[in-house]
């Protein structure tokens, strides 16, 4: 069962590594960015994972998409903004917005995968760390990548980390016709 747990909190925690490619071009501050992250996405797993029982007969898998729309909105502002000259990350409190609307975008999908298993009898403390860590390690992979060559040369085209956000979030609302 705890392989099943891994390769689930793998799974959903894919669209994080494409996230973190994204956001690495949004600000220096790559740390807090991951931090955020995990930490919105573990605490909605461990919302998710206690109140499995008060749920589970109104919580269904199409929920994911909501975060596909979150992620296109993000994506169409931070496209309005540099279309507008704009310094895309102003502030601190900026910053800190967008890194709870983006962890709650691609933490839906782990908190609902958490869902399941706690339905499965994977009731555990461990389960939203696992889920939440390997988010972690894939914005941080997303980020590495970014700062490779390759990343570099798709960091000087402006619109690219926006469109990847409005592509990621098109992908999650596939899951509503799939």
Do not use: R
């Amino acid at each position: 069962m705890i392989s099943f747990l891994i390769i689930t909190a793998i799974t959903v925690s894919l669209d994080s590594f494409i996230c973190g490619f994204s956001l690495s071009y949004l600000s220096n501050k790559k740390t807090p960015i991951v931090i955020g992250i995990a930490l919105t996405v573990f605490a909605m797993c461990l919302v998710t994972n206690y109140a499995t029982l008060l749920f589970s007969n109104f919580i269904t898998e199409k929920t994911t998409c909501l975060g596909g729309l979150i992620l296109i909105a993000i994506g169409i502002i931070n496209l309005l903004i540099k279309q507008n000259g704009q310094k895309q990350i102003t502030t601190d409190k900026s910053l800190f917005k967008q890194i709870l609307c983006i962890g709650f975008a691609v933490g839906l999908d782990g908190s609902l995968a958490n869902l399941s298993l706690s339905l499965m009898g994977l009731n555990a403390f461990y389960v939203p760390v696992t889920i939440a860590i390997t988010h972690a390690i894939m914005i941080w992979l997303g980020i590495l990548l970014s700062q490779s060559s390759i990343g570099k040369k798709l960091g000087k085209i402006e619109c690219i980390s926006p469109l990847i956000l409005i592509l990621l979030g098109g992908y999650k609302l596939l899951g509503l016709f799939i």
